[in-house]
Nanobody
Framework: QVQLVESGGGLVQSGGSLRLSCAAS????????MGWFRQAPGKERQLVAR???????MYVDSVKGRFTISRDNAKKMVYLQMNNLKPDDTAVYYC???????????WGQGTSVTVSS
């Protein structure tokens, strides 16, 4: 069973930066794609960035040019560098494992990001 532990969230002013981290265990990490999701208050959880097992990143349009996803297979970690943060980025952020075309049903506790205007 995969276990995911997110960290790095916090309160930041608009235009600021944060780096989120996710530690994964219980899987052969290098074999799987990983993703970062976020859930804003009253909204559904949505995928914002993903990275393939080979390290190819993909982003939703709203974060392109501002967020960078990366991974360290030796440490079994995935990161999300978030720059030029906006109030609309306020959400709880979660990482997850991609099994083929599906995401794991196991979620971590998430890490909260609040961007003040």
């Amino acid at each position: 069973q995969v276990q995911l532990v997110e960290s790095g969230g916090g309160l930041v002013q608009s235009g600021g930066s944060l780096r989120l981290s996710c530690a994964a265990s219980g899987i052969v990490f290098r074999n799987f794609g990983m993703g970062w999701f976020r859930q804003a208050p009253g909204k559904e959880r949505q995928l914002v960035a993903r990275i393939t097992s080979g390290g190819y990143p993909m982003y939703v349009d709203s974060v392109k040019g501002r967020f960078t996803i990366s991974r360290d297979n030796a440490k079994k970690m995935v990161y999300l560098q978030m720059n030029n943060l906006k109030p609309d980025d306020t959400a709880v952020y979660y990482c997850n494992v991609e099994y083929g075309h599906n995401w794991s049903s196991s979620w971590g506790q998430g890490t909260s990001v609040t961007v003040s205007s």
